[in-house]
């Protein structure tokens, strides 16, 4: 199947500094990428959906100038933690939609576990 | 928009069956999808239902009742590694990319 890789893994910072996490599928192009947040024991909640060569789309209640993401090429997103603060701790996944399959199945990526202190 | 409920957690011992329940409402409705999701992983796909009926993979079914709002996880000859947190995903009929989550079930597994 469709593999998606994030980068870091993890990621442990000092409030009011900007973490990036990347994004990447590695086997096949995607016009479109997914963040989503997900809190302990939650389910996952879509923060935006990254558009290859235009701006993202962002759900409500999700401020932009807060989450940048930039969708530079067709297999990789990033997103910016800018000033990031406590409560932005989470857990941060992506995923891609492959455009072959028949479902238009998203895959996951590893996800990224961001920690400020 | 969009509302989609699953039980928060079950318990069931290993061999049994076992079935998670997930109701939606949308005003447009273009399939469903169950996903597993092991602590501190990322989810990975189970199943994925457009039409009414049972859609059968291996351990794993998955049923859609459109008419109802309603769909089923049936996991069968459980197994301690099916411990893990099962989610229900609505894609909606304007945006075939979205997908809007349940807020999971966490199944226990016991010996």
């Known amino acids: 199947g469709a593999v998606v890789s994030q980068h870091p893994s993890w990621v442990i910072c000092k409030s009011g500094t900007s973490v990036k996490i990347e994004c990447r599928s590695l086997?096949?192009?995607?016009?479109?990428m997914f963040w989503y947040r997900q809190f302990p024991k939650q389910s996952l909640m879509l923060m935006a959906t990254s558009n290859e060569g235009s701006k993202a789309t962002y759900e409500q209640g999700v401020e932009k100038d807060k989450f940048l993401i930039n969708h530079a090429s067709l297999t990789l997103s990033t997103l910016t933690v800018t000033s990031a603060h406590p409560e932005d701790s989470s857990f941060y996944i992506c995923?891609?939609?492959?455009?072959?399959?028949?479902?238009?199945?998203?895959?996951f990526g590893p996800g990224t576990r961001l920690t400020v202190l | 928009g969009q509302n989609i409920d699953q039980p928060t957690e079950m318990t069931a011992t290993e061999g049994a069956i076992v079935q998670i329940n997930c109701t939606y409402q949308?005003?447009?409705?273009?399939?469903l999808f169950w996903y597993q999701q092991h602590a501190g992983e990322a989810p990975t796909f189970l199943s994925y239902?457009?039409?009414?009926g049972l859609e059968e993979k291996g351990r794993f079914s998955s049923f859609l009742s459109r008419s109802k709002g309603y769909s089923y996880l049936l996991l069968k000859e459980l197994q301690m590694k099916d411990s893990a947190s099962y989610l229900c995903?609505?894609?909606?009929?304007?945006?075939?990319?979205?997908?809007?989550f349940g807020t999971g079930t966490r199944l226990q597994v016991f010996p």
């Open positions: 995923s891609a939609r492959s455009s072959s399959g028949s479902q238009n199945e998203q895959f």
């Open positions: 086997d096949f192009q995607a016009t479109t």
């Open positions: 949308t005003s447009g409705f273009n399939g």
């Open positions: 239902n457009v039409l009414d």
């Open positions: 995903a609505v894609r909606e009929v304007w945006n075939t990319d979205k997908l809007i």
